[in-house]
């Protein structure tokens, strides 16, 4: 499958006199022996011709990005990317987005890359084509810009980003002098849009060595110039004997526990950053009394800073607001208890138990395993008061406007909470006829009656 793409791009771009290479990440990728997910190619036929040639051989395709050069193209099913060859590009701090200029050759379209290992390429006769020693860095698991690492970062900063991106994501090491100028050109990461910071920090997040990327990048002091809120984790300790785990240290493990899930490892990452603020000292005792509302304000404003659309900023907030009540759970919760849980977390009840879940990190092994339990049980009381989760209200307003000639007002949504709540508390059965609920809104609104008339 995927050597009749090659063949067929390759005989076509021929008869024009286009050079076209398999290149970047895609060649890493097939040299690592992981499935492809991405076909780029880079060719000397500028967007133009590119198109042109693609549309006599009726190959669909579109502009992806024109104006940098790159067409899209859907051959055999697959969607393939096609590049003009490019100059080395130098990001400008006041408009934001490199400005594109197109090369000549292959080679100094290989040279502009981010690091050696995204520099190789495959030839239409299926040579490896290697000029900056990106196969050697690769089986060493390096990672390394191909030219001067501070002209680099200087060039597009976004690339000190992806360098603990791929560090994440291949578990590889981040080359001293490229390291050493990461720690000089962090501070570049503020002209960066956050759009890009924000792509590139969910694909490293979701990496299998994430916790070994976010350890150096707090080390080299990266992750200041764009999330500082996680800056004050280091050195906050929770428990008077300092040999325990500071906050920072904790939050890695907890991400290292958590499911390969955007909303979920955001969630993690964030979810004790409200502790600096309001650390509390009683007896031998640490408090951190409300970091989780806190915690969740500054989540929600930090992921506005990189942009996030507004529903994954209210889900990792919402997450972040709850991370602790499944962890408040004992026995004595009565079922009325469990299904305000179950009401409160809504459709975001079961991240809300992974997220306490991965939260339970305690070096004491007997202490895990009495929170596991509880945390057991809890799921299977609320796996046997399910049918509770998708719950409606069992009147709406209009049924209640209709019923009892009110009109519109804050009194109908009482009345409507009220029918809900006895519902959730097990007083009202959950599938009955509407009498039954009308009923009972009867006697409630005599009893608010009577009282405002006392
Ligand atoms: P993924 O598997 O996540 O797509 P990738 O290596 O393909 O990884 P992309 O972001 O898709 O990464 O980029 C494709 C290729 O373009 C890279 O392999 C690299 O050669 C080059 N590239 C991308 N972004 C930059 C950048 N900011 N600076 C230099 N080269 C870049
Ligand atoms: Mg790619």
Not at 179 to 208: C, V
């Amino acid at each position: 499958m995927e050597k009749s793409v090659f063949k067929k791009i390759y005989e076509i771009f021929k008869k024009e006199k286009g050079e076209i290479f398999l290149v970047g990440g895609s060649v890493r990728d097939m040299l690592m022996n992981k499935e492809l997910t991405d076909f780029d190619f880079a060719t000397s036929l500028p967007p133009q011709k590119t198109r042109e040639t693609l549309n006599k051989n009726k190959i669909k395709n579109f502009p992806v990005g024109i104006a940098f050069g790159t067409v899209g193209a859907i051959i055999d099913g697959k969607e393939v990317h096609i590049t003009t060859y490019r100059k080395k590009e130098t990001y400008r701090p006041r408009n934001r987005k490199p400005a594109v200029e197109f090369g000549e050759t292959l080679k100094e379209d290989l040279k502009r890359r981010d690091f050696t290992i995204n520099t190789l390429a495959i030839s239409p006769d299926g040579k490896i084509i290697d000029m900056y020693n990106g196969a050697k860095d690769l089986s060493e698991k390096l990672i390394l810009t191909p030219s001067n690492p501070d002209e680099s970062f200087e060039d597009d900063p976004l690339r000190i980003l992806r360098a603990f991106r791929f560090q994440s994501q291949l578990g590889f090491k981040i080359e001293n002098t490229t390291y050493k100028a990461i720690e000089k050109n962090a501070f570049r990461l503020m002209y960066i849009s956050e759009e890009r910071i924000q792509a590139e920090m969910t694909k490293l997040l979701l990496g299998d060595f994430v916790v070994k990327a976010l350890a150096e990048m707090m080390n080299a002091k990266v992750l200041n110039f764009f999330i500082p809120e996680l800056y004050p984790l280091k050195n906050l300790h929770q428990e008077s004997e300092q040999h325990h785990k500071d906050v920072w240290l904790h939050t890695l493990k907890v991400v290292e526990n958590t499911p390969k899930d955007a909303t979920l490892r955001w969630a993690t990452l964030l979810h004790d950053i409200g502790k600096p603020y309001v650390k509390a000292e009683e007896k031998d005792q640490i408090h951190f009394y409300r970091h989780e509302e806190l915690g969740a304000k500054m989540a929600y404003s930090i992921l506005s800073r990189l942009k996030f659309p507004k529903e994954l900023k209210e889900d990792i907030s919402f997450l972040i607001s709850k991370h602790m009540r499944a962890n408040l759970y004992t026995p004595e919760w009565t079922d009325s208890a469990v299904r305000r849980f179950i009401k409160e977390m809504g459709a975001r009840l079961d991240k809300v138990l992974i997220l306490s879940r991965c939260d339970i990190t305690s070096y004491r092994k007997e202490k895990v395993r009495e929170k596991i339990k509880m945390l057991d049980e809890l799921s299977e009381r609320i796996n046997s008061l399910n049918s509770i989760k998708g719950l409606k209200y069992p009147l709406s307003g209009n049924d209640i406007m209709e019923y009892f000639n009110l009109p519109p007002g804050r009194l109908i949504g009482k009345i409507k909470e009220f029918v809900m709540n006895e519902v959730i508390e097990g007083r009202l059965p959950q599938e009955t006829k509407k009498e039954i609920y009308f009923e009972a809104a009867s006697t409630f609104l005599r009893s608010i009656t009577k009282k405002s008339k006392n």
